[in-house]
T-cell receptor, first 114, second 110 residues
Framework: GAGVSQSPSNKVTEKGKDVELRCDPISGHTALYWYRQRLGQGLEFLIYFQGNSAPDKSGLPSDRFSAERTGESVSTLTIQRTQQEDSAVYLC????????????FGPGTRLLVL | DAKTTQPPSMDCAEGRAANLPCNHS???????VYWYRQIHSQGPQYIIH???NNETNEMASLIITEDRKSSTLILPHATLRDTAVYYCIVRVKAGNMLTFGGGTRLMVKP
């Protein structure tokens, strides 16, 4: 595709509900990254995939956060039992190969937990 | 990854060159200088990167000093749409995560 796409673009949910965020990377990119950006702050690394495996899950804030990727394409970030502090923009990026190549970002999903 | 220092904000007149400085005095030999920008409410956008030679692409030029302790991103003819926060990042090219500091908020004015 032309770029990284993410859906939904905006999500409002109630505290305690589960949410799923989707990322479609650039076609042919084998590496996929998830970041979080709170209002007015820098990027917080969450997890990355090389192919369908996730070698580094160290950035996931808690066990309420999980991510998967299938077919070396789409990835889903799931937040269970959402809390108000989960409110942020969740950004996805992809690159041709993990670490070596430039990362290209999607527009993000703005999550608001009420 | 080495730490970078950027001015928090800069103004530039539309049509003029915008020169954004970045200090990275602790950069090591295998670390690259990357520039991204983030326009309000959008995801970060890659601009350019380099190791030690100056680089130019359709968006900008990157000038790296000979000792590699600082660099300058040049937008040759700034437009209003270039108003954004510009991030200078120093990283080993094989590093997996990106870490953004405070960046420089560039305001292009008519």
């Amino acid at each position: 595709g032309a770029g990284v796409s993410q859906s939904p673009s905006n999500k409002v949910t109630e505290k305690g509900k589960d949410v799923e965020l989707r990322c479609d990377p650039i076609s042919g990119h084998t590496a996929l990254y998830w970041y979080r950006q709170r209002l007015g702050q820098g990027l917080e690394f969450l997890i990355y995939f090389q192919g369908n495996s996730a070698p580094d899950k160290s950035g996931l804030p808690s066990d309420r956060f999980s991510a998967e990727r299938t077919g070396e394409s789409v990835s889903t970030l799931t937040i269970q039992r959402t809390q108000q502090e989960d409110s942020a923009v969740y950004l996805c990026a992809s690159s041709r190969v993990a670490g070596v190549e430039t990362q290209y970002f999607g527009p993000g999903t703005r999550l608001l937990v009420l | 990854d080495a730490k970078t220092t950027q001015p928090p904000s800069m103004d530039c007149a539309e049509g003029r060159a915008a020169n954004l400085p970045c200090n990275h005095s602790t950069i090591s030999g295998n670390e690259y200088v990357y520039w991204y920008r983030q326009i309000h409410s959008q995801g970060p956008q890659y601009i350019i990167h380099g190791l030690k030679n100056n680089e130019t692409n359709e968006m900008a030029s990157l000038i790296i000093t000979e000792d590699r302790k600082s660099s300058t991103l040049i937008l040759p003819h700034a437009t209003l749409r270039d108003t954004a926060v510009y991030y200078c990042i120093v990283r080993v090219k094989a590093g997996n995560m990106l870490t953004f500091g405070g960046g420089t908020r560039l305001m292009v004015k008519p």
